[in-house]
């Protein structure tokens, strides 16, 4: 039978948020200040995926069917965007936020835990985390034009594209004539 090697049986080569020389000639200043940035974002990133997935998973009502279909896309364009952000962060010889403690400490959005609320608090909760997601995402996009990363500044800018796209989707799901509570 084989046994998981321990920690101590393991080489640790690097760890999040510290930064090694990167093959894009961006300056290692400016990359590291980035890795540290763009690592909260990615954080961001996989909350608000888990908590669209979770959405998914429970919607319910009589509006089911396109709100199911449009957070199985939304999901996909998150999760999309989580490992280009990821694969990012490698490039600039960081580490991307991977385990979900990380992610839940870093976040910009709260974790909404498992409990199911009702769609529109659910979509409510999704719009306000697309918001926050947005806002920072213009900050990351700012502040890699300014260390000269146009590369991240545009990969960036696609997410935010996006980002917003979807949460203008949201909002329309939330218009008053939808989504009507039981009383």
């Known amino acids: 039978m084989m046994t998981e090697p321990t920690a101590a049986d393991r080489t640790v080569l690097q760890t999040a948020d510290e930064h090694e020389a990167n093959p894009l000639g961006i300056d290692d200043e400016a990359a590291a200040e980035l890795v540290v940035t763009l690592n909260d974002s990615l954080a961001t990133l996989q909350i608000l995926a888990r908590q669209i997935q979770k ?5 319910e009502g009589p509006e089911f069917l396109g709100i199911h279909e449009f957070l199985g896309d939304a999901y996909e364009n998150v999760a999309e965007a989580t490992d280009e952000l990821a694969e ?8 991307p936020v991977a385990g979900p403690e990380a992610a839940i400490e870093r976040s910009l959005v ?6 199911v609320y009702d769609i529109r608090s659910s979509l409510e909760a999704d719009l306000a985390a697309y918001e926050t997601l947005a806002t920072t995402l213009r900050e990351d996009a700012l502040l890699a034009q300014q260390c000269g990363d146009l590369g991240t500044a545009d990969l960036l800018q696609e997410v ?10 949201i909002d329309h799901f939330l218009e008053d004539d939808t989504l009507q509570r039981r009383d």
């Open 88 to 95: 990012r962060i490698t490039a600039l010889g960081g580490v």
């Open 110 to 115: 709260a974790f909404e835990g498992e409990t």
């Open 160 to 169: 935010l594209s996006e980002v917003e796209d979807d949460a203008h989707h």
């Open 55 to 59: 959405h998914h998973w429970n919607v």
